[in-house]
């Protein structure tokens, strides 16, 4: 049976790239009858450096986005990661599935752990494995995450391909990365080569779930961008990577192909696009931010929606552990 899996690291603040190729494709799935089970996953956040209280903060601020998003937590199974052991119990033996190369090769721990890895966190480079479980403590077959956790998926179906042929066994599912839409990689408003991101030092880069509207707007006009009009096709912004990002956003914004934003704004300039751009995202993202600190003001409700997220995971969860650790060989005796 499918049944989706998708999470989010409670480290910050979340970036429009964060919701268009995530929590608004997660929402979207959750029409279907497909089972939903969401994330915040402080555990991965803690691989660097956490302010307690942050951490604390931010996990519930990240709750508060994906109900804020419109997230039913009756429809689908939302929590925290923490609150559900079997992850970190399973994480334990796809660490000794997993071989310390393909660690070594994952070009996001490359980028974190920057020049200096022998002083990065031990979990900081095995992530993966905790991620891997994650998907597959639920047995889930799709994942719908941005084109960065791409090369992720591809190490955790090695990892339950890997567990299954070393135990002689089918219990893992092969999960199905779901990278689709015009905004699968949200570009930085200042560098169209680099990912719009939590930790890019300026923070005129990118647009957050905390901006006002003002900011939001503001930051559009000031968006990086070329002199030339729009074209007339999407062939023709190839080498324009600012402009092709803010055709993208605005594509994902509304619902729309990237084609069809470009045939609408052919031969109009950056003046005229770009005010458009931003009342669009306006009108999409002031109402999120909104009920998102509505929601903050009553941290209790949102633990409470976590506390029943996790017991509705953990009841999947758990005997898929047992049966995990009886594939293994542990002794179960009570
Ligand atoms: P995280 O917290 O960095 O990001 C959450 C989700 O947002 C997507 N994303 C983007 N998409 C488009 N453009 C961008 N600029 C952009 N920036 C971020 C990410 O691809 C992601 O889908 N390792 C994961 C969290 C995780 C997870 C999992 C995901 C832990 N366990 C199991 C799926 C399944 C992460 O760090 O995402």
Same mark, same amino acid.
Request: proline letters at 6%; aromatic letters at 6%.
């Given at each position: 049976?499918?049944?989706?899996?998708?999470?989010?690291?409670?480290?910050?603040?979340?970036?429009?790239?964060?919701?268009?190729?995530?929590?608004?494709?997660?929402?979207?799935?959750?029409?279907?009858?497909?089972?939903?089970?969401?994330c915040?996953?402080?555990?991965?956040?803690?691989?660097?450096?956490?302010?307690?209280?942050?951490?604390?903060?931010?996990?519930?601020?990240?709750?508060?986005?994906?109900?804020?998003?419109g997230?039913?937590?009756?429809?689908?199974?939302?929590?925290?990661?923490?609150?559900?052991?079997?992850?970190?119990?399973?994480?334990?033996?796809?660490?000794?599935?997993?071989?310390?190369?393909?660690?070594?090769?994952?070009?996001?721990?490359?980028?974190?752990?920057?020049?200096?890895?022998?002083?990065?966190?031990?979990?900081?480079?095995?992530?993966?494995?905790?991620?891997?479980?994650?998907?597959?403590?639920?047995?889930?077959?799709?994942?719908?995450?941005?084109?960065?956790?791409?090369?992720?998926?591809?190490? &955790?179906?090695?990892?339950? %391909?890997? @567990?299954?042929?070393?135990?002689?066994?089918? +219990?893992? #599912?092969?999960?199905?990365? !779901?990278?689709?839409?015009?905004?699968t990689?949200?570009?930085?408003?200042?560098?169209?080569?680099?990912?719009?991101?939590?930790s890019?030092?300026?923070?005129?880069?990118?647009?957050?779930?905390?901006?006002?509207?003002?900011?939001?707007?503001?930051?559009?006009?000031?968006?990086?961008?070329?002199?030339?009009?729009?074209?007339?096709?999407?062939?023709?912004?190839?080498?324009?990577?600012?402009?092709?990002?803010?055709?993208?956003?605005?594509?994902?914004?509304?619902?729309?192909? &990237?084609?069809?934003?470009? %045939?609408? @704004?052919?031969?109009?300039?950056?003046?005229? +696009?770009? #005010?458009?751009?931003?009342? !669009?995202?306006?009108?999409?993202?002031?109402?999120?931010?909104?009920?998102?600190?509505?929601l903050?003001?009553?941290?209790?409700?949102?633990?409470?929606?976590?506390?029943?997220?996790?017991?509705?995971?953990?009841?999947i969860?758990?005997p898929?552990?047992?049966?995990?650790?009886?594939?293994?060989?542990?002794?179960?005796?009570?």
């Amino acid at each position: 049976t499918p049944r989706v899996f998708s999470g989010i690291q409670p480290s910050g603040n979340l970036t429009l790239g964060n919701y268009l190729g995530a929590l608004k494709r997660f929402v979207e799935m959750q029409e279907s009858d497909i089972e939903t089970l969401y994330c915040v996953v402080d555990m991965h956040a803690i691989t660097v450096w956490q302010d307690p209280a942050d951490l604390r903060h931010n996990t519930r601020e990240v709750t508060a986005a994906y109900i804020a998003c419109g997230l039913d937590p009756a429809k689908s199974i939302l929590f925290n990661q923490s609150q559900v052991p079997a992850h970190a119990q399973l994480a334990w033996i796809f660490n000794c599935t997993a071989r310390i190369g393909w660690m070594n090769r994952m070009t996001q721990f490359k980028d974190k752990a920057g020049k200096n890895a022998e002083k990065s966190s031990l979990g900081l480079l095995a992530y993966p494995a905790l991620m891997a479980a994650d998907i597959l403590i639920y047995q889930a077959t799709h994942v719908p995450v941005g084109e960065d956790q791409k090369q992720h998926l591809e190490l &955790a179906r090695d990892i339950a %391909a890997k @567990f299954n042929h070393d135990f002689d066994t089918d +219990f893992f #599912p092969s999960p199905d990365p !779901l990278i689709d839409g015009e905004a699968t990689r949200v570009m930085s408003l200042r560098d169209g080569t680099k990912k719009m991101s939590k930790s890019d030092p300026s923070d005129q880069s990118r647009i957050t779930l905390r901006d006002d509207a003002d900011t939001i707007a503001k930051k559009i006009r000031k968006a990086k961008t070329d002199p030339e009009p729009l074209p007339e096709t999407l062939k023709e912004l190839e080498g324009r990577p600012e402009a092709r990002n803010l055709v993208n956003i605005y594509a994902a914004l509304s619902g729309r192909t &990237a084609e069809s934003v470009i %045939a609408e @704004f052919s031969g109009q300039q950056f003046g005229q +696009f770009k #005010p458009a751009l931003a009342e !669009l995202a306006v009108d999409h993202l002031a109402p999120i931010t909104q009920e998102m600190n509505r929601l903050m003001a009553d941290p209790a409700e949102i633990d409470r929606v976590l506390g029943n997220g996790a017991d509705r995971a953990a009841a999947i969860a758990e005997p898929i552990l047992d049966k995990t650790y009886d594939i293994v060989g542990m002794v179960r005796s009570r």
